[in-house]
């Protein structure tokens, strides 16, 4: 069967159908597909007997009952695969033990299929960084063009849904981890509120903006995975409040979720193109027709100072966390500091063959927690993308939600000049001030996927999966991924790229 054919054919959930079945079917998929994209790293070797021992369990199914789910590879799980993060210096961590997260997906009736590429360090180690490629897993590719980017730093997790490996991931998130690669492989992700999911045993960057989140193909079976993963854990503070804020997700999913609802349109996000936009047009076209109100958001004050504060931010918290981690790690890891996996790197000519270190570089400098200017920055990037960013634009707009275009459609990738980002998205409101954010397919542009940003208050999940499950529902979009070699050489582009016919002499 072709990787398109077997893209069509991946179903959700069917009660009749075995786990072990299920799990099977998914690793033939990933055998046959992953050599093309690079979105997985490693599959479970117990995969089979997770899904087995469901099969012959007596309890009673979980929501996920036989689900094979992917999980981002700086994620620890039980079991032989090491948690990398995609770096060649956790080789060998091996930690025996599930992240919290990964327990309650297995208590859900979940299968662990596997570990998924990323960008190395979650595309924390060089400003210069490629999406998508780290020194373990290689370069994950976008499946609707081959030659392009399947963004990051949850790059193998976006790809491997669009390609029809499984019908869910999960992915963590520090900026547009999630979002990004969901955008530009044309699937749904969702950036929980910071604290609703645990991120004990995930490698850290930042505990002011880290999160976990699912990635699906839909958006119910998104709602169905936070279902399962949220909840508080004593060992995470910071979700302290969790089981307070937690909700029916599934059952917030309506299809008249968008009647009577105020939302607000950030025309400030951006620039796009003026295919972007139209696919936009389109889309606040279904919102209205589902009745929606829309409202004009034209500018935001003070949003250019947000991003040097926060890169402040994140790289002292790089630092104080990411040490405390390896702290943490098994014996047979011997970079045991930030300061050892810089030396690795110099010392690993694979590592910084493709870009340098100079976030690491950056990080190890900073001063610590009770740096002054550490704290300052902080307090300056939380107050303009939280209270008054988002929480302004919402009150004084009387709306319940912001829209926008997420991410441009994917750029190539480029092993010479790195990431070639255009436009200003506004995950990182959301993702500094800690809020969370849902995109779904909007459409594409030339078969590159471009994705609609739902961004709410604290704590908002059910309420955005609700309005995205309407808009989902409603507008009926979804590109299926063809694996072409790139855009120009494949469908109606590839005609316009040669001369119309044979010049005369």
């Known amino acids: 069967m072709t990787p398109l054919l077997l893209a069509l054919a991946m179903t959700a959930a069917d009660p009749a159908t075995t786990a072990e079945t299920r799990t099977t079917a998914a690793i033939e998929r990933v055998r046959q597909i992953n050599p093309s994209i690079h979105a997985v790293i490693a ?26 789910i992917l999980i981002k590879d700086n994620i620890e799980t039980l079991g032989p695969l090491p948690t990398t993060a995609g770096s060649m210096a956790l080789m060998a961590n091996v930690t025996g033990r599930d992240a919290p997260l990964v327990a309650r997906l297995r208590a859900a009736g979940a299968v662990i299929l596997g570990k998924t590429n990323l960008s190395e360090w979650a595309n924390m180690r060089s400003s210069a960084s490629i999406s998508g490629w780290s ?8 499946p609707h063009a081959l030659d392009r980017t399947a963004c990051g730093s949850s790059s193998g997790s976006g790809a491997a849904i669009a390609a029809g490996l499984t019908v869910a991931a999960v992915g963590t998130e520090t900026d547009g981890s999630i979002t990004c690669p969901a955008s530009m492989n044309g699937i749904v992700g969702l950036k929980p509120t910071v604290g609703l999911i645990s991120r004990t045993h995930v490698v850290p960057i930042s505990h002011s903006q880290d999160t976990p989140g699912p990635m699906a193909r839909d958006v119910r079976t998104a709602a169905l995975l936070l279902q399962a993963m949220a909840g508080s854990d004593p060992a995470d503070p910071a979700t302290a409040m969790a089981d307070g804020h937690r909700a029916d997700y599934v059952a917030a999913l309506r299809r008249d979720a968008l009647k009577g609802v105020r939302i607000g349109v950030l025309r400030f996000a951006g620039p ?21 109100t829309l409202v004009d958001i034209a500018a935001m004050k003070d949003r250019g100072k947000i991003g040097p504060a926060e890169f402040a931010v994140l790289l002292t918290e790089l630092k104080a966390h990411l040490n405390a981690y390896l702290a943490t790690t098994p014996a047979s890891v011997t970079t045991r500091t930030l300061t050892d996996v810089i030396a690795f790197n110099k010392a690993n000519p694979r590592e910084l063959a493709m870009f340098g270190q100079d976030s690491f570089e950056k990080a190890e400098a900073t001063a610590g927690l009770t740096d002054p200017a550490y704290v300052a920055a902080r307090a300056l990037s939380l107050r303009l993308a939280g209270p008054e960013g988002i929480d302004a634009m919402l009150s004084s707009n009387n709306v319940a939600a912001l829209v926008a275009p997420t991410m441009p459609p994917a750029w190539k990738i480029d092993a010479v000049n790195g990431d070639q980002y255009s436009g200003n998205g506004p995950g990182d409101l959301a993702a500094v001030a800690g809020y969370p954010h849902l995109t779904v397919p909007m459409g594409a542009v030339r078969g590159l996927p471009v994705g609609l940003s739902f961004i709410g208050p604290a704590w908002s999940e059910a309420r955005l999966l609700g309005l995205g499950y309407a808009y989902e529902q409603a507008a009926g979009v979804r590109t299926v991924p063809t694996f072409a070699p790139s855009v120009e050489g494949a469908g109606p582009t590839a005609s316009l790229m040669v001369p119309l016919g044979t010049p005369s002499h």
């Open 43 to 68: 599959l479970d070797p117990t995969a089979l007997e997770q899904a087995k021992a469901l099969d012959h369990s007596t309890t009673p199914r979980g929501p996920l009952f036989g689900m094979p």
């Open 135 to 142: 020194a373990v897993g290689g370069q994950t590719r976008n």
């Open 272 to 292: 796009w193109s003026p295919q972007v936009d139209a696919l936009f047009d389109s889309a606040l076209t279904v919102l209205r027709a589902q009745g929606a």
